[in-house]
């Protein structure tokens, strides 16, 4: 006997607005916009989402997302790309924590300058998987109002998300983010083999690109390649309820 179980969302990073088309023409359930070629977070152009946000006026679903860009973590720096981003009225921004190299206090003083905003946009944190993430930034996360939580990794020629954290800490990840009420995902390099496997540690969503696309994450997103990763999150979703 089949039944449903937990079923991640689909969220596809686009690099342009034919390739968010797509994306909602596809079934993603979020749809982020990105600039691949500009970093691991590369934002778009604020003219660009504005007009993004214009055209989904009114529609509920998909979601959509954008990245700030690739800044040092620092609540300026931050705040700043954050403000900008929010204030086109995309619904949730990403915001990438780079942590490599600072203390635990420079972090959290980072997100603690996002506080004012979180009160006013739905942020998420992305925490880099490549960069021996520290899972105790969840509680500053969450007392400053984060929204959500997720791992991708910054270098993306350094390997995927599961060659630099074993599942066991990517579902420690996700317990822990979901326990304190955020919205949790799952990012970096994702093959179709990976939706199994990261599916059943239950996120809220699992993030793509480079699978998504010909000629890797800086190339064309293939609608071929986006219904098969549709398909492997809706049939990973059905486990056997009796074994
Ligand atoms: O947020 C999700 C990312 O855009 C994933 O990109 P990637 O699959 O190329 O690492």
């Not at 607005?17 to 916009?33: Q, R, S, W």
């Not at 969840?138 to 995927?160: N, R």
């Amino acid at each position: 006997m089949i039944a449903a179980g937990p079923r991640p969302g689909l969220l596809a990073s686009v690099a342009t607005p034919e390739e968010m088309a797509l994306a909602i023409a596809g079934g993603a359930d979020i749809v982020d916009l990105k600039d691949p070629a500009a970093g691991a977070l590369g934002a778009w152009e604020l003219d660009a989402l504005e007009r993004a946000v214009k055209h989904r006026a009114g529609a509920a679903r998909p979601l959509l997302s954008a990245t700030v860009g690739d800044h040092p973590c620092t609540a300026d720096a931050l705040s700043q790309a954050a403000e900008a981003v929010a204030a086109t009225g995309i619904p949730l921004v990403k915001i990438g924590f780079a942590t490599k190299g600072l203390t635990s206090a420079a972090v959290v003083a980072a997100i603690s300058g996002l506080a004012p905003l979180a009160r006013r946009a739905r942020l998420v944190a992305v925490l880099f998987a490549d960069q021996d993430p520290d899972f105790a930034l969840l509680g500053p996360l969450t007392a400053a109002g984060f929204h959500g939580a997720m791992l991708d990794t910054a270098d993306k020629a350094g390997g995927a998300l599961r060659h630099h954290l074993a599942d066991a800490r990517l579902g420690a990840f996700v317990a822990e983010a979901r326990g304190r009420g955020l919205l949790t995902g799952l990012a970096g390099s994702l093959r179709t083999t990976d939706i199994a496997p990261l599916a059943a540690l239950a996120p809220d969503y699992l993030g793509f690109r480079g699978a998504l696309c010909s000629g890797g994450r800086i190339g064309r997103m293939e609608a071929a390649a986006l219904a098969d990763v549709r398909a492997r999150l809706d049939r990973a979703a059905r486990l056997p309820d009796a074994v």
